[in-house]
């Protein structure tokens, strides 16, 4: 068997090498047009960093997994081809800001369709709208000269810092496929290539349609519970209850579940954000503006929330952060990632800049260029926007520090020599409720979490 997925990103390259860990007798290549990206999965310095990725990359790589950029190649010799190319929000013309652009998708398709010589099983990894094998389909049948191809969803539900985990050991793994014999025998194909380590009854099969769109369903209910928490995060704060213990005591109720009741700055990441847009832009064009409405706000919330974090810090510094050297701990949208996408420290450190602060910023894995691109543009300058290479120098000389990511090592900080360093009154504005804000305010910090 001779696998091609298209895509060495996030998505792709992980996937892959966990397939060809646990299928040895599979042919993996993952290809990318991307030169960059192909040069550093084969070196030692991998393009991201994912805790367990370099070990699962270094057990198969040169036996059965390999990185390309030969894409015309790779399609012809692969009888599957995965599909893991970016499906970014749509920044022009109709469903500009919320539709997903599906510019890649086509080119692959348009690809396959015209290098291929025998025909195959397409399998869409990638996030796309619902309805989208359909136009996968029509590509390759107008251009295929009856070759017959078989299209299948199978949405990826990895999250990032727990991507082997979450591949090794999966909740669910999703096939979607016609009804048809050879639509049937396409998924049992690919659900044979799973069986090589999920258990079969974690294989779920649907219709196409339900599993494109199931994909967009979960990211939304799973970010519609970080707004619905944060949102009564800001009651909390109102009413003097404690917004972990509110989470703790309502998930113990097993319809409720504890999981995904974290407070925080808002959510990140590249997911969350598009694929609700994505789903908000399907409502509409289907005619359903109130369904449209209701999962608009769940973003609404969250761009509230990044926002209101800013503004805390404002009003606490006596209403001017002008001059004031604040400490932004963490930069990445969550903890074990180098990824920025969409972070709330981007919208965070704005609007400080904003207000004229001086912020300094310390992410374990993010590099200085990163950040400064994300928050200020490419070739942006702004002497106010410092990085530094660790959270105790962004602290020296600041009137706040911010947590931002989640990072362990934020937790094992000498916080009596951080506070020794600092200009007084001393803040600290605990974004995830990492720290033990009672310890810190007998060292002396004005402390505070959210929804606390
Ligand atoms: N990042 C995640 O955690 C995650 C999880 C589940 C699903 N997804 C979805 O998976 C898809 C990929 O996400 P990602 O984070 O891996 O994206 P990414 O941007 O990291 O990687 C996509 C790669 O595809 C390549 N590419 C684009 N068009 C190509 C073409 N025509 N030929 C060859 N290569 C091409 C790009 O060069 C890029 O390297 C998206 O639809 C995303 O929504 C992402
Ligand atoms: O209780 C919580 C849980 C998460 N977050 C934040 O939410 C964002 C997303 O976190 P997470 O879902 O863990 O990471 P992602 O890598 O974005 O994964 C999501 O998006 C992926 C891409 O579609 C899906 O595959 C995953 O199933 C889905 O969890 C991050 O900023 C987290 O800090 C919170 O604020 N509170």
């Not at 025998?118 to 990638?126: C, F, L, Q, R, T």
């Not at 090589?196 to 196409?208: A, E, F, M, Y």
């Not at 209101?308 to 932004?328: C, E, H, Y």
């Not at 009154?425 to 995830?432: C, E, K, L, Q, V």
Request: glycine residues 8%; charged residues 20%; proline residues 4%.
């Amino acid at each position: 068997m001779n696998i091609c997925c298209i895509g060495a990103g996030y998505v792709g390259g992980p996937t892959m090498a966990v397939i060809a860990q646990k299928s040895p007798q599979t042919r993996v290549t993952v290809v990318d047009m991307n030169q960059a990206r192909i040069d550093a999965w084969n070196s030692g310095n991998l393009p991201i960093y994912e805790p367990g990725l370099a070990e699962v990359v270094a057990e198969s790589r040169g036996r059965n997994l390999f990185f390309s950029t030969d894409v015309a190649g790779e399609i012809n010799a692969a009888d599957i081809i995965f599909v893991a190319v970016n499906t970014p929000t749509k920044t022009y013309g109709v469903g500009a800001g919320s539709a997903a652009d599906l510019r890649f998708i086509e080119s692959v398709a348009r690809t396959i369709a015209e290098v291929a010589t025998s025909g195959k099983i397409i399998v869409e990894k990638s996030t796309i709208p619902v309805k989208t094998a359909e136009t996968i389909q029509k590509i390759l049948g107008a251009n295929t000269r009856g070759l017959e191809f078989q299209v299948l969803s199978n949405p990826e539900f990895l999250a990032e810092g727990t991507a082997i985990v979450d591949l090794h050991n999966p909740d669910r793994v999703l096939i979607g496929g016609q009804k048809t014999p050879a639509g049937q025998k396409a998924v049992q194909t690919l659900a044979d290539v799973y069986a090589d380590w999920v258990p079969r009854d974690r294989i779920i099969t649907t219709n196409l349609w339900s599993s494109e769109l199931s994909k967009l369903v979960a990211n939304a209910f799973l970010a519609q519970r970080i707004s619905s928490i944060n949102s009564i995060s800001a009651l909390c704060e109102a009413t003097d209850a404690d917004v972990d213990e509110v989470a703790r005591a309502i998930g113990y109720d097993s319809r409720i579940g504890p999981k995904f009741l974290k407070a925080s700055v808002g959510f990140g990441g590249s997911c969350f954000q598009k694929d609700i847009l994505n789903l908000v832009y399907l409502c509409q064009s289907y005619g359903l503006p109130e369904v449209a409405a209701y999962w608009q706000s769940v973003v609404g919330i969250n761009d509230w929330q990044k926002k209101r974090f800013a503004a805390q810090i404002v009003k606490a510094l006596f209403n001017t952060v002008s001059g004031k050297r604040i400490a932004i701990w963490g930069f990445a949208f969550k903890k074990d990632t180098n990824d920025t996408r969409e972070t709330a420290a981007i919208s965070i450190c704005r609007d400080l800049l904003e207000e004229r602060a001086e912020v300094v910023v310390y992410d374990p894995k993010v590099p200085a260029e990163q950040i400064r691109t994300d928050v200020l543009g490419k070739g942006v300058e702004n002497d106010r926007l410092i990085i530094v290479d660790s959270a105790e120098a962004a602290a020296v000389g600041a009137h706040a520090i911010a947590v931002v990511t989640e990072w362990d090592q934020f937790k094992a900080i000498d916080f009596e020599a951080v506070f020794a360093d600092m200009p007084k009154p001393a803040f600290i504005f605990d974004g995830r409720n990492l720290l033990d804000l009672e310890q810190l305010r007998k060292i002396g910090f004005n402390a505070t979490g959210i929804g606390k």
